[in-house]
């Protein structure tokens, strides 16, 4: 793994792989601990946000607790699938790797080696050997408009464009900018079972203007968890339209403190660093030297940011929302040239940087945004190992090689990995539910016909395909000619 990457990359030192630990068998808790960090991690995900606190630091209490492997002793919650003889990325730092995972219904039960996890098997349990291919969390594309904006996106239908992101990978999607017409939409989708992956709302406050001025609609709303599928997450606000900024900084800190006050997730654009500047402004102001841990605020787009604005976002824990497609999303080649004569040296798409300094980083695509940029190899625009190779490999769109700049800042597929999986669940307070594969979370993963980490770090990502897509242990994509895969083929439509 470090090798090709080495090769890839020689000017580069190998950064993150040097705390890469062996991978280690996992001991078992014993039934009844298992018994209680289920309903644990049931009542977390159903719980309210300071409720839900006290419980995750349970099931975290949960996830370390080690006591002395016993007998197996299978627990009787649906179907169980054993997946054995691959790859299985985690995304856990406990145990980054492992060859075999157990699920029963919708979540994870066992993690471990081949020998491990085939022991807890029960005897009805669908066993599949995956061959050596790879296994990583569901991706969760943690910006996008895919179904709100879903005629822009190519799609007839909204079940078309679920599909479309099921074959490609992901089983969650932010939607940056809902209304109470869409919110009802999703709602209907979701009671008839047609919301196939896990979508989190983002309500806009401003539309893309500020022309008109802040409604009230949030007001009549707060964040909600309506199903294991749907939840109204946040606010959207919007701030710029190429480089005008739309308001000015009293307008805007007293309507963040507004919305902060109110128990609103905010997530608010940036692109150039004055924005940015604005923006920390209000988002200090209304923290009032808080920890963002607690709140989870977040900078959409964050392309231009100053030395002294990254030490303040690594400090307040400020998250960093970014699209791994740069250039391309809402930025293209041009704007992005502009953007760079513009600001200081070495501002612009400090992907690793922001990582580096501890700032909470997220990755996404912003489609359909992007959809016009000429990318004709590989997976669709906007597909997550789509935007893995242009984050590792910081090729444009149209394949042009990266700018010495752009190069200095490409990050490694195992980063990226995490921006799409762990680190997007910690923007919506799921880091305990989903976004790695461990006993207890939700059985959100995805089949990989390869390892995005032991192949060159090239063109040869791109034909990484996805074979199997399950969320909630529902098999909701499986590629023609994998079936073998593929347990059962119930889709959550189907069950219900
Ligand atoms: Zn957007």
């Given at each position: 793994?470090?090798?090709?990457?080495?090769?890839?990359?020689?000017?580069?030192?190998?950064?993150?792989?040097?705390?890469?630990?062996?991978?280690?068998g996992r001991v078992?808790?014993?039934?009844?601990?298992?018994?209680?960090?289920?309903?644990?991690?049931?009542?977390t995900r159903s719980a309210p946000r300071i409720m839900a606190t006290a419980l995750t630091a349970?099931?975290?209490?949960?996830?370390?607790?080690?006591?002395?492997?016993?007998?197996?002793t299978p627990l009787a919650v649906g179907p169980e699938v054993v997946f054995h003889n691959g790859t299985i990325l985690t995304m856990e730092d406990r145990q980054p790797q492992a060859q075999a995972i157990l699920i029963q219904g919708d979540r994870i039960a066992v993690v471990g080696s081949d020998a491990e996890v085939l022991a807890h098997a029960g005897p009805g349990a669908a066993i599949i050997d995956?061959?050596?291919?790879?296994?990583?969390?569901?991706?969760?594309?943690?910006h996008t408009h895919r179904?709100?904006?879903?005629?822009?996106?190519?799609?007839?239908?909204y079940h078309?464009?679920?599909?479309?992101?099921?074959?490609?990978?992901?089983?969650?999607?932010?939607?940056?900018?809902?209304?109470?017409?869409?919110l009802d939409t999703l709602r209907a989708l979701d009671a008839q079972g047609g919301l196939r992956l896990r979508v989190a709302g983002y309500l806009g406050i401003n539309s893309t203007s500020w022309d008109q001025p802040v409604g009230d609609r949030h007001t009549a709303y707060q964040p909600t968890i309506y199903s294991p599928y749907l939840r109204l997450a946040g606010t959207k606000i919007f701030m710029i339209q190429g480089t005008r900024l739309y308001t000015d900084q009293e307008t805007l800190s007293q309507l963040v403190r507004r919305l902060h006050d109110d128990g609103w997730q905010i997530a608010i654009e940036a692109v150039d660093s004055q924005t940015h500047q604005v923006v920390l402004n209000a988002l200090e102001y209304a923290l009032q030297d808080a920890s963002n841990s607690t709140y989870r605020h977040r900078i959409e787009h964050a392309v231009a940011i100053t030395d002294q604005q990254l030490a303040r976002m690594a400090e307040i824990g400020i998250i960093a929302s970014i699209q791994l497609n740069l250039p391309a999303s809402a930025l293209g080649d041009?704007?992005?040239?502009?953007?760079?004569?513009?600001?200081?040296?070495?501002?612009?798409?400090?992907?690793?940087?922001?990582?580096?300094?501890?700032?909470?980083?997220?990755?996404?695509?912003?489609?359909?945004?992007?959809?016009?940029?000429?990318?004709?190899y590989g997976p669709p625009p906007g597909a997550p190992i789509r935007l893995l190779y242009r984050a590792v490999t910081r090729t444009w769109a149209d394949g042009l090689p990266p700018e010495p700049w752009m190069l200095d800042q490409a990050i490694t597929a195992e980063q990226a990995l995490r921006l799409m999986t762990i680190n997007a669940a910690y923007a919506t307070f799921e880091e305990n539910t989903r976004g790695s594969l461990a006993p207890g979370k939700l059985a959100d993963l995805v089949i990989l016909s390869a390892d995005p980490l032991t192949i060159p770090a090239g063109r040869d990502l791109l034909n990484v395909q996805v074979l199997v897509t399950m969320v909630g242990g529902n098999v909701e994509w499986c590629m023609p000619g994998h079936e073998r895969l593929c347990p059962g083929t119930t889709r959550r439509s189907d069950a219900e």
């Open positions: 793994m470090v090798i090709c990457f080495l090769q890839a990359f020689p000017s580069q030192s190998p950064g993150n792989f040097s705390d890469a630990r062996p991978f280690r078992l808790p014993e039934r009844l601990s298992r018994l209680l960090c289920t309903r644990v991690a049931r009542m349970l099931l975290t209490a949960c996830a370390v607790s080690q006591s002395p492997a016993v007998a197996p995956l061959q050596g291919r790879t296994m990583v969390p569901g991706f969760i594309d943690t179904i709100s904006w879903v005629d822009f996106g190519g799609y007839e239908t078309a464009a679920i599909q479309a992101a099921l074959e490609q990978g992901w089983t969650g999607l932010h939607e940056l900018d809902i209304n109470e017409g869409f041009r704007r992005l040239h502009q953007l760079v004569e513009q600001e200081p040296q070495g501002s612009v798409a400090r992907w690793r940087d922001l990582i580096q300094a501890g700032v909470p980083v997220i990755g996404n695509s912003d489609l359909p945004n992007g959809l016009d940029m000429e990318e004709i």
